[in-house]
């Protein structure tokens, strides 16, 4: 009985294997198995050269470059850009097929096996009833899943693979110039040659400050209004909080913006009236460091409302058990705080606070709309000294065309941020916490 159960599994799985839908039609689902033989007869006769183009575009990058002639194009040439999107999507097209094509071997092999065991071969009113039964979710899934494969995972892909070339202005841009791939060297070059070595480490020095900074200074003043409003000595709580939140509920933009022309060295209304009560004006967005503290002192304007939302909530929940019984064994107020309130909250926040900090981290509208990455570095390359990491990606590519430093820029940030991320997520109390339930 094995040797019969295995000879007739194997022999549909094989003839699967030669060809998508014999094994079926060996079964004897003659319905499946002429549809799956025409789809691969269709695939065969129709997408064969096709594919093979494209992987010879995804290889190659083209090989033919664009012809003018007293600046008319007169051949087109080959588009390397266009030719490694071809190829990515003939790769995830062929990989959606190879799942098929598994999948009917799988199919002809488990219906092989039914026969084996002396039971009847479903014939198609029954296949169609079990597909409307078993695989419905499935079925609802699959145009979901295409969506995600070809909206988010193949432009990851495609820049990704970015990084591996050459493709950047002014001699390596298409249609006018092909491009090559070159492995690692832009990865190389960015520790190797000094002008690209100086800008990446002091951007990414100062970005890593500041995400720190703009973070918990936000958090911390947050956490002061919190405590503050909660107080049994301050009456209106709700009029507090509602005053206290604008600045959240205002667009981001607008707020940079209006505070882009209160910083104004010469024309800022805050630099009016320094001068008025005898002081000197502040190059607020001119002098590299009070750019930088501008961008702070703005952040913090923007972000602890959040914060102090939040904490005041947090604070209204906490156990007043806690605080008597603290209360009882001669604690004082402020040991109360910093000794039980912060804790618990730092606590409860952990994730957020990991969370708050990858997105200071590319807090690119701050950034570009506030100092616009300036003041000038003349040691940076395309970089200004306030430059965050995405904000210099910004610059290398839509200013500069310099899309493969970009994309290499894009894999290191990627890959610090997920890093640092998932160190911190598994050392917090909370997470470990989590895993014990």
Request: zero cysteines; aromatic letters at 16%; a positive charge.
């Amino acid at each position: 009985m094995y040797k019969i159960s295995k000879t007739r599994a194997f022999k549909a799985a094989l003839l699967s294997t030669l060809w998508m839908g014999l094994g079926q039609i060996y079964n004897g689902q003659w319905l499946k198995g002429i549809l799956y033989a025409s789809f691969e007869l269709i695939l065969l006769v129709y997408f064969r050269k096709p594919f093979l183009r494209a992987m010879w575009g995804l290889w190659t990058l083209g090989e033919t470059p664009q012809q003018r002639v007293g600046g008319k194009v007169v051949f087109q040439g080959d588009h390397s850009i266009f030719l490694m999107i071809e190829g990515l999507i003939a790769i995830f097209l062929f990989l959606i097929v190879l799942s098929i094509y598994i999948y009917n071997i799988r199919d002809a092999h488990g219906y092989g096996r039914i026969r084996d065991q002396g039971k009847n071969v479903m014939g198609g009113n029954t296949i169609y009833k079990a597909l409307k039964t078993n695989s419905y979710p499935y079925i609802l899934v699959i145009p979901a899943s295409l969506f995600i494969v070809f909206l988010v995972i193949l432009p990851l892909i495609f820049g990704i693979l970015i990084a591996f070339t050459n493709y950047s202005s002014p001699y390596h841009l298409p249609p006018k110039s092909l491009v090559d791939w070159v492995g690692f060297k832009n990865f190389i070059n960015i520790v190797k040659l000094k002008s690209w070595s100086y800008t990446f480490w002091g951007i990414l020095a100062w970005n890593s400050i500041w995400a720190i900074i703009g973070t918990f200074s936000t958090y911390f003043i947050g956490l002061f209004y919190a405590v503050l409003i909660n107080s049994k000595r301050v009456r209106l709580k709700r009029l507090w909080r509602t005053i206290f939140i604008l600045p959240w509920a205002i667009p981001y933009f607008v707020s940079i913006l209006i505070f882009r022309n209160i910083l104004n060295m010469q024309f800022g209304p805050l630099n009016q009236i320094l001068v008025s009560i005898g002081l000197t004006r502040i190059p607020w967005l001119v002098d590299p460091f009070w750019a930088k503290v501008s961008i702070v002192i703005v952040n913090i304007w923007l972000g602890f409302p959040y914060w102090m939302a939040l904490l005041s909530g947090m604070l209204g929940v906490i156990d007043k058990e806690i605080y008597e019984a603290a209360e009882i064994d001669g604690a004082r107020a402020w040991q109360q705080f910093w000794h039980l309130t912060v804790p618990m909250l730092l606590f409860s926040t952990s994730p957020l606070i990991i969370m708050s900090i990858a997105s200071n981290f590319n807090n690119f509208n701050l950034i570009y709309l506030l100092t616009g990455g300036g003041p000038a570095n003349p040691n940076y390359v395309f970089a200004g000294s306030t430059d965050i990491i995405i904000s210099w990606i910004y610059k290398l590519t839509l200013e500069q065309g310099q899309y493969h430093m970009a994309s290499v820029m894009s894999i290191l940030i990627f890959i610090f941020i997920a890093t640092i991320s998932i160190i911190n997520f598994r050392r917090t109390k909370t997470f470990k916490e989590e895993d014990l339930l």
